[in-house]
């Protein structure tokens, strides 16, 4: 087959290309072909124009030429309604566009606007309505807390008729808690304290529900504990002040499938006396440093007071002493035992409480207190008795708070007792 020379081919054209000019031509067009692309992905600082490093909404390139920093989610300032960013980016998640100590994740998250400081503090007042302290955000019987109020747990909890807790601390506004041993913190004037008392339908199942009975509420004010209590109305979209005690009764299933009912007795103001008074002065009961030290909620309780600002003057976590849990097996019964009387006994059994009296010798249940020093040992046979007698027929231990006795705990304080003969 004869050979054609591109001289040949070309000369019926009116034009010589030689094989070494194709060959430049190609790699000519190959340079400009990469140029091409390398200028449309790059400026001259080499930056990539189709990344938004910070998650904004606005392209590295339009940050770099309008001298915003690429690298901050919240330059340039946006308005309230913004929604041109990326909830997904890290950098713009994990940032505080409105200031209001929530970041932009979490605020997402809680169905709020990021940039828009919408802050909201509760009110330390005894209003008509427990709406109207703005404990709470959106339908009331969600429980959810609003963004300045923080729920928090105990590690062994007030035992109350099998009733589940809701528990809240809200400080005002630029003010802290300070750490005043592993007890009771010290509070700031109208912090409130919120327990809100509940039952689900079905324990196996809480999707399918709950009845909330009441929210008790401690607020300080002028250097003093003030109390009220709330009862949830049958609708569950409010709470209303409520001092006449009533009786309400309660159907639920429990965890194992058993058909349960409580006549739930509301505490009047004397019966919240009876209880938080110490040597003529109301005070919290539950928030001690020990019985917060644990993690709920997948953070340490005492930590996460500490890193939002919430207390000073905590040491680190691992100097403090942790209440047991009562019914952890892997401490011992002694401990278990007296943890659960520290939570349940105690703000009657010590000094300046209920019980106290400077005429006799009483004991003293705080989980603190030394064995010796508790007294346990001379009441042991009366602590055994007490704690079995069912409210229904006498004076029981808790005097007041339960209608029906707390099988579980009777049991451990029977086997603590036993174990000291």
């Known amino acids: 087959m004869p050979h054609t020379s591109y001289k040949k081919y070309s000369a019926s054209f009116g034009f010589r290309i030689s094989l070494k000019s194709v060959r430049s031509f190609s790699f000519l067009s190959l340079l400009l072909i990469i140029g091409f692309f390398s200028c449309k992905s790059d400026d ?26 690429k690298n901050n989610a919240c330059d340039p300032a946006q308005n309230s309604g913004y929604t041109g960013f990326d909830s997904t980016n890290a950098v713009w998640s994990a940032s505080d566009c409105d200031g209001d100590g929530v970041t932009n994740g979490d605020e997402i998250s809680n169905s709020t606007d990021p940039y828009l400081d919408d802050t909201v503090f509760a009110i330390p007042e005894f209003l008509p309505k427990l709406s109207e302290l ?49 007890g009771l913190l010290s509070f700031p004037d ?11 339908i079905d324990e196996r199942n809480p999707s399918l529900g709950r009845k909330i009975i009441e929210t008790r509420v401690l607020i300080k004010q002028n250097g003093s504990w003030e109390m009220g209590n709330y009862l949830w109305n049958d609708e569950q979209t409010d709470a209303l002040l409520d001092l006449a005690g009533p009786i309400v009764t309660v159907n639920w299933i429990d965890n194992t499938g058993a058909n349960r009912s409580v006549d739930y007795q509301v505490p009047i103001m004397l019966n919240c006396i009876q209880c938080h008074d110490n040597s003529g002065a109301n005070i919290p009961i539950g928030p001690k440093v020990r019985a917060m030290n644990f993690v709920h909620n997948g953070t340490n309780l005492i930590q996460n007071f500490k890193d939002i600002g919430l207390l000073s003057g905590a040491p680190d976590i691992a100097q403090i002493e942790t209440l047991p849990t ?3 097996d ?9 943890a659960y009387m520290d939570v349940n006994c105690a703000h009657c059994h010590q000094p300046g409480g209920l019980h106290d009296s400077n005429m006799m010798i009483r004991p003293d249940f705080r ?27 006498g004076p029981s231990m808790p005097l007041v708070g339960i209608t029906e006795l707390h099988v579980e705990g009777v049991q451990l304080i029977q086997d603590y007792i036993d174990s000291l003969n």
């Not at 109208?190 to 689900?200: C, P, R």
């Open 44 to 69: 001259s600082g080499g930056v990539v124009t189709d990344v938004d490093t910070d998650g904004d909404g606005i392209l590295d390139k339009q940050e770099i030429a309008d001298g915003t920093n």
């Open 134 to 182: 703005l404990l709470f955000q959106g339908d009331m019987s969600d429980l959810k807390l609003n963004n300045t109020v923080h729920e928090y747990s105990l590690t062994t909890k007030l035992y109350t008729d099998y009733a589940y807790k809701l528990r809240s601390i809200s400080i005002p506004d630029g003010a802290q808690m300070v750490y005043n041993g592993e």
């Open 190 to 200: 109208n912090t409130i304290l919120a327990k809100t008392f509940y039952y689900f």
């Open 326 to 328: 009562w019914s952890d």
């Open 330 to 338: 892997s401490f011992t019964l002694e401990e278990r035992a007296r």
């Open 367 to 393: 989980y603190e207190t030394t064995y010796n020093d508790s007294n346990i040992d001379s009441f042991k046979v009366d602590i055994k008795n007490r704690v079995n007698i069912s409210p229904a027929f």
